[in-house]
C-alpha cells in the first residue's frame, strides 16, 4: 500500500493542516449549561473530570453464567479552558470497563492518554482541529496528532484498542484501561485512517477499513486473529466523504456511500466542510459498493435514493444476491447531533431514521429494501453470526427525542420483543452475549447501559435474550454518572 499516495490524496490533510485563528466556543459553553441548569438530562453530555471506579449496587441478580468484561468507549471530554467542543464526535475517547463476576459488577473508566490529550491537558486549552470544531492554535504533523480515541474498544489477542475513524488505534491495558500507546500494524500503515468498526471474519481474524475524506480511495486491511497483517488493498471510490461502517460476507465487503460533497475552506470543521448532495433537482444517489474479498476489488456497485447511514447489523449471501440490514436517515444529520453540544434537542431524529434489509441483487443490477423497524440505531447481532444468516437484529427505538427501548427483531416474521424504559432514561447500544455452546441466538444475554436521569447515574442492563419484553433480569447501578458511550463490545471470562 502506497501510505504517502493514500494521505496526500485526502482533502481533509491538507486543508486542515492550513494554521489560522481559532474559532472560540464560549458561547456553546455558556449556552449549554443555561440549558443542563434547566434539564438535568443533558447531564449525558456533560463535561467528564478524571478517571471512575465503583461498585455497582445490583438490582436483580446477575446470571451466575455471565463473566466477563462489557468494554465501552465514547467522548468524555467537552470543554477545556472555558471553551466547548461543538459537536458530540469531538470529545476526547474515555474508556470503560464493566467487570463482571460472582454476581458482582465493577465499573471503571479512564480517559486515552492520546498525543492530542496530553497536549491539550498540557495547555489548558484546545489546539488542533476536530471533527465539528475548528481550532488551529498548533499545528500538526499527521492523522494521529488529531486523534480522539472516542469511538470503540475492541479486544483482539488478548489486547484492547481504543478506536477512531482517521487514524490508528491505541492500545489500551486490558486491566487497567491505562493507556499503552500508537498500535501500527505495520511499519507502512502509521497513521492510516483504521475505522471504529473491524467485523470479525467468519473464518478467523478480522477486516477493516480506512476512509480519507476527498482521497477518492478506501483503504482495506485483513488481519489474522494474531493481529498480524494477512492483506491490505485500495479500491477507489470517487465523491467519498464520511464512510463510518461497512459489513462483511462470506464473500464480500460491502460499503455504502451517502451523497456527500466537501468543500474548501481553512476555517471550517470538517463536519462543516460536508455538504449534503443528496436533494435539489442534482441530487445524488446513495451508492453501495460491494468488494470481493478474494481480490480486494470492486466487484459491483448499486443505487439507492439518497439517505444518510451510519450503522449495519450484518451480511450475508442468499444464493446470488447478498443481503444486510442497515439504519438509514433521511437527508444530513451530522448538524443535528451537533447541537447536542450547545443543549439542543434533535427533535426531527424521531421520524427520519428506520432500519431495514437490503438485498443486493447482482444479476439484475438492482438493490431492494425492505422495512424491519420504525426509527432507530445501533443495530447489532449475535457475534457467532456476523457474515452468516442471522435470524435476530438488536436495535434502540426512539422515543421523544432520545433512545428509550432495546428490542429485539425476528427479521424473517418481523416480530419484535422489546422493552420501553420509562421516561427518565436514555439507552445506549446494547450486544448480545451468547452462552457457551449456545444453541441459538438468542440462547444467552442482552447487556448494555442506560442512563438514569432522574438519579444521575449510569446503569448496567442485563436481558434474559430469549425473554427481552420481560424487562432486565439485573440492574447494576453506580453511585455516579458515567460518559455516554458509543460502541463497546463484551469478553466473555
Known amino acids: 500500500m502506497d501510505r504517502r499516495r493514500f494521505l496526500e490524496a485526502g482533502f481533509s490533510l491538507g486543508a486542515l493542516s492550513l494554521a489560522g485563528a481559532a474559532r472560540a466556543d464560549q458561547e456553546t459553553f455558556r449556552r449549554f449549561h443555561a440549558a443542563l441548569a434547566r434539564e438535568p438530562a443533558l447531564g449525558v453530555y456533560a463535561d467528564t473530570v478524571g478517571s471512575q471506579a465503583g461498585e455497582a449496587t445490583i438490582v436483580g441478580r446477575i446470571p451466575a453464567d455471565l463473566q466477563g468484561s462489557f468494554y ?27 467487570t463482571i ?31 465539528g470544531t475548528h481550532v488551529a492554535r498548533r499545528g500538526f504533523r499527521d492523522n494521529d496528532t488529531l ?44 497513521a492510516m485512517p483504521f475505522s471504529a468498526h473491524p467485523k470479525l471474519d467468519p473464518q478467523g481474524g478480522l477486516w477493516n477499513f480506512g476512509a480519507l475524506p476527498g482521497s477518492g480511495r478506501i483503504a482495506l486491511y485483513q488481519l489474522g486473529a494474531d493481529g498480524s497483517v494477512l492483506r491490505t488493498g485500495v479500491v477507489e471510490v470517487p465523491q467519498q466523504a464520511l464512510v463510518h461502517d461497512f459489513l462483511v460476507s462470506r464473500e464480500h465487503l460491502v460499503f455504502m456511500i451517502p451523497p456527500y460533497d466537501l468543500k474548501d475552506g481553512k476555517d471550517l470543521s470538517f463536519a462543516e466542510r460536508h455538504v449534503w448532495a443528496g436533494s435539489g433537482t442534482k441530487a445524488r444517489p446513495m451508492r453501495i459498493v460491494v468488494v470481493s474479498k478474494d481480490t480486494l476489488t470492486v466487484r459491483q456497485v448499486f443505487e439507492l435514493p439518497p439517505r444518510m447511514v451510519f450503522h449495519f447489523g450484518n451480511a450475508w449471501e442468499d444464493g446470488a444476491c447478498t443481503r444486510f440490514d442497515a439504519v438509514l436517515h433521511d437527508g444530513d444529520v451530522l448538524a443535528e ?25 447482482y444479476a439484475a443490477g438492482q438493490a431492494r429494501t425492505s422495512r424491519l423497524f420504525g426509527s432507530s440505531e445501533f443495530p447489532r447481532v449475535a457475534p457467532q453470526s456476523v457474515g452468516a ?18 428490542n429485539l427483531v425476528d427479521t424473517d416474521s418481523g416480530r419484535v420483543d422489546g ?24 440462547d444467552g444475554y442482552l447487556v448494555g447501559v442506560a442512563q438514569d436521569f432522574k438519579k444521575g447515574v449510569g446503569v448496567m442492563t442485563v436481558f434474559d435474550a430469549a425473554r427481552v419484553s420481560a424487562g432486565p433480569v439485573a440492574l447494576a447501578r453506580l453511585p455516579y454518572r458515567t460518559p455516554h458511550c458509543f460502541h463497546g463490545n463484551f469478553l466473555s471470562a
Open 337 to 361: 447531533l451537533g447541537g447536542l453540544m450547545s443543549g439542543q434537542r434533535p427533535d426531527r431524529l424521531t421520524s427520519r431514521s428506520e432500519a431495514v434489509q437490503v438485498c443486493l441483487d
Open 389 to 406: 444468516r442471522h435470524r435476530r437484529l438488536v436495535l434502540l427505538g426512539m422515543g421523544d427525542t432520545v433512545l428509550s427501548s432495546v
Open 419 to 442: 422493552y420501553r424504559f420509562g421516561t427518565g432514561w436514555q439507552v445506549e447500544e446494547h450486544v448480545l452475549v451468547p452462552r457457551r455452546n449456545a444453541r441459538s441466538e438468542t
Open 72 to 98: 465501552r468507549n465514547g467522548p468524555g471530554r467537552f470543554e477545556l479552558g472555558g471553551e466547548r467542543y461543538q459537536h458530540w464526535f469531538d470529545g476526547d475517547g474515555f474508556v470503560q470497563r464493566w
Open 147 to 190: 486523534n480522539a480515541a472516542n469511538t470503540n474498544l475492541v479486544p483482539l489477542n488478548g489486547r484492547v484498542y481504543a478506536l477512531w475513524e482517521g487514524g490508528s488505534a491505541y492500545e489500551i491495558d486490558p486491566e487497567t484501561l491505562a493507556t499503552v500507546g500508537v498500535k501500527a500494524w505495520r511499519g507502512d500503515l502509521r
Open 101 to 131: 463476576g460472582g454476581g458482582k459488577v465493577r465499573h471503571q473508566g479512564r480517559f486515552v492518554e492520546t498525543r492530542r490529550y496530553q497536549d491539550e491537558s498540557a495547555a489548558g486549552q484546545f489546539l488542533y482541529p476536530s471533527f
